[in-house]
């Protein structure tokens, strides 16, 4: 609020927080005369696996990255201090090509002073672990009333994150994601090949009402080209200026890999994830390059006041 003539100020009482490193810390002020606040919280998403290598023998396409939990919590105004600071966490990177595992996203957080070290600082965190905490596919786990200082004196809702998708088993198809309710997707998994050349497919994020599906590569056979990379992941919100949307806030994981079955060609690589969403699963390549997997969407920090 502009104190004088009680003139209400809108960009105090709707901020957004984005990622700003690993010791991006950022200063959040309360706004006086408010009686309510809300924070909104994801975590970065996971970074997908990348697809195998070895044309001679079967190879299954990387598998996409876990998302971020999603977490809500409303304060009363006099119970939070009048200066937070807040931590956006940061998506993964993708594995490297032969397998290698995407990197975990990491936690955010709002706390009485920037340091994370004491459980006495931090108010509340985005969830109880980060997404691919302990393998690619890993979804962020919800907070507990252990993860909130003052819960008794909050309203919490916190849902866990969604597993990745699975990379395609050689010839199999990797298996597609389909959003489950939450406002952010897992990835999905690259493409395999079986060791006589036979290709897989990759998988998609399966579209809902009117978002769009998210496409995986195609597949190349011929010597020395590159699969097709899966699509980033799709977002209704590319930022948040300006009070209209024509869309409620929806986000996607990146979409899986192309696989080449050659022994020269090269796997695509999977799809970038939107905020707090998993990167995509790397398809598989020859018997030297297969896809990286995609990386893992940055988190989110929304806070609220009424």
């Known amino acids: 609020m502009i104190d004088t003539f009680n003139i209400n ?3 105090l009482r709707n901020q957004v927080f984005y990622a ?3 010791n991006g810390w950022q200063v959040w002020n309360k706004p006086p005369n408010c009686n309510l606040i809300n924070f909104f919280l994801l975590g970065g998403g996971a970074g997908g696996q990348g697809g195998n290598i070895g044309a001679t023998s079967n ?3 990387g598998a996409g990255g876990g998302s971020s ?3 809500y919590v409303t304060f009363p105004a006099f119970a939070v201090p009048d200066t ?3 931590l956006v966490g940061s998506g993964g990177s993708g594995g490297t090509s032969g397998g290698g595992q995407g990197s975990a996203g990491t936690l955010s957080y709002v706390c009485s002073i920037p340091d994370t070290s004491s459980v006495f600082n931090i108010l509340m965190r985005s969830g109880s672990a980060a997404a691919g905490a302990i393998t690619t596919t890993t979804a962020g786990a919800a907070i507990t009333a252990a993860d909130i200082l003052l819960a008794e004196a909050a309203f919490v809702s916190s849902y866990v994150g ?4 699975a990379g395609g088993v050689t010839s199999a198809a990797a298996t597609n994601v389909t959003p489950t ?3 952010v997707t897992a990835g999905a998994g690259g493409a395999g090949c079986t060791s006589t050349g036979t290709l897989g497919t990759s998988a998609n994020i399966v579209g809902i009402l009117d978002f769009p599906t998210i496409s995986g590569g195609t597949n190349t056979a011929s010597a020395g080209a590159t699969a097709n990379p899966g699509n980033n992941g799709f977002s209704t919100r590319e930022n948040f200026i300006g009070p209209n949307f024509k869309y409620p806030m929806f986000f996607t994981g990146g979409a899986g890999g192309g696989a080449a079955s050659n022994a020269t060609g090269v796997g695509g690589q999977g799809g970038n994830g939107q905020y707090g969403c998993g990167g995509g699963g790397g398809g598989v390549g020859g018997n030297t390059t297969a896809g990286v997997g995609g990386r893992g969407g ?3 920090v929304i806070i609220t006041v009424s």
Not at 162 to 165: L, M, P, R, V
């Open 59 to 61: 190879r299954n396409g």
């Open 181 to 183: 309710g939450i406002m």
């Open 162 to 165: 969604q597993t990745g998708g």
């Open 69 to 71: 939990s999603v977490t």
């Open 9 to 11: 100020d809108n960009s």
């Open 298 to 300: 940055d988190g989110l």
């Open 84 to 86: 937070l600071y807040i």
């Open 20 to 22: 700003n490193g690993s």
